[in-house]
């Protein structure tokens, strides 16, 4: 269900029928939760950041990025200082709308794992729908691509649920990972909307094409199929919204936590997040 001001939005001609944007508000409408927004306006700007995600996502599968672990990490230099950690430190002379869009124009200089994919699917997403190249450089002076590590103005969460939404993030799980081929532990993919998902690694395939395909990784004589878990990744849409309607933005400070593990969820890194903010405190 979708309320807008307090009122049930009824839909209307605001997105063609058959349209990737009319099957978003489909896919909330028919949910029992309720998803509330202040303005019409908030919620255009979630279902446009939505599209752009899957946008983003097709980009990056047309491109040339290549898989690879932390220990192969690479970049354009021009750019990003690949750290000894694998992760990619956006350089101080550089914009980072314009090192944003250099993964996705000149992709055959990349290779990464599929954690720190969605969370650049997600930067180059924002920067698209924001269509404001100042805000955006204001908001993520300091990039740091590594796994899920994000900037506090994403906002990105992990939600419980088997309800997903076109431009949502789920995980495929691989239990009995070949321990030689342990980044197949997972895949982090992107619903695309029409039945498929993107995973960098895997491509564009179907759920059961992403099992079939992990499964073709499992250690020998497993049984154990891999499988989607019942939980959904995604921006905080509301925060974005607000600051790109009003040009706000915090001031929290980012915490990377360096674990090494390639395909974690995301939700497997908030844990450890939220690990060191408890032992922290």
């Keep these: 269900m979708i309320q807008v001001a307090g009122i049930e939005f009824q839909q209307t001609d605001l997105w063609p029928t058959g349209s990737i944007e009319n099957i978003i508000i489909q896919r909330m409408a028919e949910h029992p939760i ?9 919620l255009r700007f979630e279902v446009k950041l939505r599209n752009n995600i899957i946008a983003s996502a097709r980009a990056m599968n047309a491109g040339d990025a290549r ?9 354009n230099p021009r750019y990003w200082r690949v750290t000894s950690a694998g992760g990619f430190q956006l350089r101080h002379d550089v914009l980072p709308s314009d090192a944003i869009r250099d993964i996705f124009e000149n992709s055959s200089l990349y290779g990464f794992e599929c954690a720190m994919a969605k969370v650049m699917i997600y930067y180059h ?16 002076q300091n990039i740091y691509l590594y796994s899920w590590n994000f900037d506090p103005d994403l906002g990105i969460q992990t939600i419980y649920t088997t309800h997903v939404i076109p431009g ?7 239990p009995d990972v070949n321990p030689e081929t342990s980044w197949w532990r997972g895949e982090n993919a992107v619903d ?9 690694g895997l491509g564009i395939r179907s759920a059961d094409e992403m099992i079939q395909a992990l499964n073709e990784m499992r ?7 891999a499988y989607m878990l019942e939980q959904v990744t995604r921006p905080s ?31 497997e890194y908030l844990f450890y997040l939220n690990a060191f903010y408890s032992n922290y405190t």
């Design 67 to 75: 898989f690879e672990t932390f220990d192969t990490s690479r970049s």
């Design 34 to 42: 309720v998803y509330s927004y202040s303005s019409i306006e908030e």
């Design 125 to 140: 997403a924002v920067l698209n729908t924001m269509d404001d190249d100042n805000l955006f450089n204001q908001l993520f």
């Design 237 to 267: 849409f509301k925060n974005l919204a607000n600051i790109s309607l009003s040009s706000r933005r915090s001031k929290v400070l980012p915490v990377v936590i360096h674990h090494g593990k390639c395909s974690i969820s995301c939700d």
């Design 219 to 225: 250690r020998s004589g497993s049984t154990r199929s």
């Design 192 to 200: 695309l909307g029409d039945g498929t998902y993107f995973g960098h």
């Design 168 to 174: 949502d993030v789920v995980y495929f799980n691989n």
